[in-house]
């Protein structure tokens, strides 16, 4: 089983920029999609983005698309997410998820591994 810390959350100020990462352990997925989702409070879970491990195949949700950018490190079992012009919109915590098989997917439903959050906080 792969397991999944995220790092980098905090408080911000509307217009300003933070940096997610992802590191996994154990039984890494290598050739496998990883994403981004994140829930706000008394919201379902949200696709944010998604790469693909070995391509770099990247797809974002239309809120974030332009603003945020997911990227990936292989040798390092590393995954970013760069968070620009944020939005109070944007508060939520944010989960590292992975996938097994297939290709990058938006449902959430789609991969077995999450890791436990990190808080991102914008205030206006």
């Known amino acids: 089983q792969v397991q999944l810390v995220e790092s980098g959350g905090g408080s911000v100020q509307a217009g300003g920029s933070l940096r997610l990462s992802c590191a996994a352990s154990?039984?890494?997925?290598?050739?496998?999609?990883m994403g981004w989702f994140r829930q706000a409070p008394g919201k379902d879970r949200e696709f944010v983005a998604a790469?693909?491990?070995?391509?770099?195949?990247?797809i974002y949700a239309d809120s974030v698309r332009g603003r945020f950018t997911i990227s990936r490190d292989n040798a390092k079992n590393t995954m970013s997410l760069q968070m620009n012009s944020l939005k109070p919109e944007d508060t939520a915590v944010y989960y590292c998820?992975?996938?097994?098989?297939?290709?990058?997917?938006?449902?959430?439903?789609?991969?077995?591994?999450w890791g436990q959050g990190t808080q991102v906080t914008v205030s206006s």
């Open positions: 790469i693909s491990w070995i391509a770099g195949v990247t």
């Open positions: 998820a992975a996938r097994a098989l297939g290709g990058v997917a938006r449902e959430s439903r789609a991969y077995e591994s």
């Open positions: 154990g039984r890494t997925f290598s050739g496998n999609p």
